[in-house]
């Protein structure tokens, strides 16, 4: 198994999500990242979240995981966050699955997320995408506010790599205070019962960066 795209369902989960968001004005990360996680048909959609961050992404989560049937879970570091968080949420009509903790450390307790998405104001947010369980069909990850970060601070290759998951492609895209988005694929997910004793090969291309897998 692995992830499908799905463009019907992503342009459900846009036009909702712009119904919804009509009062916010968020440049359109909200709709992208909600049409990308539906598209993706995202069973497991998770996110750090902390006070005073914008929570139209958040109701784009929830919109894609009705699309979905998935289950969306917010991680919080304090009860000021979380009474924040969902008091935003529920004003639109949703009633959200909050979890209160460091998401370093809670992260070891949330098996199989295939869309992932990270403030990158927030402190050590690159451990949280390090120690993130994902699922084996891969995942999406997104980091938003990367404009406010160096560009040398932060390499997805350093993230991804773990012997399990490999990085597809990753994207920056000028929206909003700027998304950083990666594609990741699973090796268990790309392989059968009868090739699991194949080797998987990865090649770099030096010109460009990109990261290709193949068995062997």
């Not at 307790?109 to 451990?127: E, H, P, T, Y």
Request: charged share 20%.
């Amino acid at each position: 198994m692995k992830l499908v795209w799905c463009p019907e369902t992503a342009a459900k989960a846009y036009i909702d999500t712009v119904e919804l968001c009509a009062v916010c004005n968020d440049s359109g990360i909200a709709e992208l990242v909600s049409s990308m996680a539906a598209g993706w048909n995202a069973s497991f959609i998770v996110e750090a979240w902390s006070h005073g961050g914008g929570t139209a992404t958040s109701i784009g989560l929830t919109v894609a995981c009705r699309h979905t049937n998935g289950r969306h879970v917010c991680i919080v570091p304090d009860e000021r966050s979380r009474l924040e968080y969902v008091k935003a949420l529920e004003v639109a009509g949703m009633s959200p699955e909050v979890i209160v903790g460091e998401p370093e450390e809670l992260m070891s307790g949330l098996n199989g997320i295939d869309f992932l998405v990270v403030d990158s104001q927030q402190n050590r947010f690159s451990r949280v995408l390090k120690l993130a369980k994902l699922s084996n069909r891969g995942a999406v990850m997104v980091c938003k506010n990367t404009n406010s970060r160096s560009a040398s601070s932060f390499s997805w290759r350093n993230v991804v790599y773990d012997g399990s998951h490999w990085l597809i492609r990753s994207i920056f895209l000028p929206v909003g205070e700027g998304l950083d988005i990666a594609h990741v694929g699973s090796c268990a997910g790309n392989s059968s019962s009868r090739e699991g004793k194949r080797r998987w090969i990865k090649h770099v291309n030096r010109r460009t960066g990109e990261v290709f897998a193949i068995r062997k």
